[in-house]
T-cell receptor
Framework: AQSVTQPDIHITVSEGASLELRCNYS??????LFWYVQSPGQGLQLLLK??????LVQGIKGFEAEFKRSQSSFNLRKPSVHWSDAAEYFC??????????FGAGTRLTVKP | GAVVSQHPSWVICKSGTSVKIECRSL??????MFWYRQFPKQSLMLMAT?????????EQGVEKDKFLINHASLTLSTLTVTSAHPEDSSFYIC????????????FGPGTRLTVL
């Protein structure tokens, strides 16, 4: 069965600094990988997804993620964080049967 | 495209009553819909998977008699929390998937349930 690990429960960065959120997955076949963002009391917003092809994926709001099969990772990055990026971030892995599993989430705090 | 709505967005009910939450795919047909539960500051936990016209498949530990799921059409699934208790208070999120080979779920905005 697939699983997702987000090692960092909480990360604090200064506004303007770069950001990397880690995600490691376990899946027997080629995974479908996703990053979502959730603001307090809100639903999920898809930032980006990887199905196949180019392993560097561009998403919305200036985010990107890189699929590294050898490391079973799909880390999310942003070169310069904005205060509005403060939220909860979830990595998820899906399979061909539409099943999806979420990581525990990483809470991002942005310092002024 | 691929918009999913939920209704209501929030609901407060008394202990012992039942609450129905609707999940609709607005611009596509969803062969499969999913219901998740999210406690404060926690991740989404899959409760059940439903396919149109068939019984839902519940995850281990989820009471099927308490959380009734009906997927009567390709655009509508409902979750009914029966005899709700305060411990059922949570954020419930649904998602919908189109016919394969699409391997992506589209998420609704969530419903906040508070049981007094």
């Amino acid at each position: 069965a697939q699983s997702v690990t987000q090692p960092d429960i909480h990360i604090t960065v200064s506004e303007g600094a770069s950001l990397e959120l880690r995600c490691n997955y376990s899946y027997g076949a080629t995974p479908y990988l996703f990053w979502y963002v959730q603001s307090p009391g809100q639903g999920l917003q898809l930032l980006l997804k990887y199905f196949s092809g180019d392993t560097l994926v561009q998403g919305i709001k200036g985010f990107e993620a890189e699929f590294k099969r050898s490391q079973s990772s799909f880390n999310l990055r942003k070169p310069s964080v904005h205060w509005s990026d403060a939220a909860e971030y979830f990595c998820a892995v899906g399979g061909g049967n539409n099943d999806m599993r979420f990581g525990a989430g990483t809470r991002l705090t942005v310092k002024p | 495209g691929a918009v999913v709505s939920q209704h209501p967005s929030w609901v407060i009910c008394k202990s012992g009553t039942s609450v129905k939450i609707e999940c609709r795919s607005l611009d596509f047909q969803a062969t499969t819909m999913f219901w998740y539960r999210q406690f404060p500051k926690q991740s989404l936990m899959l409760m059940a998977t439903s396919n149109e016209g068939s019984k839902a498949t519940y995850e281990q530990g989820v009471e099927k008699d308490k959380f009734l799921i009906n997927h009567a059409s390709l655009t509508l699934s409902t979750l009914t929390v029966t005899s709700a208790h305060p411990e059922d208070s949570s954020f419930y999120i649904c998602s919908a998937a189109r016919t394969p080979p699409y391997n992506e779920q589209f998420f609704g905005p969530g419903t906040r349930l508070t049981v007094l």
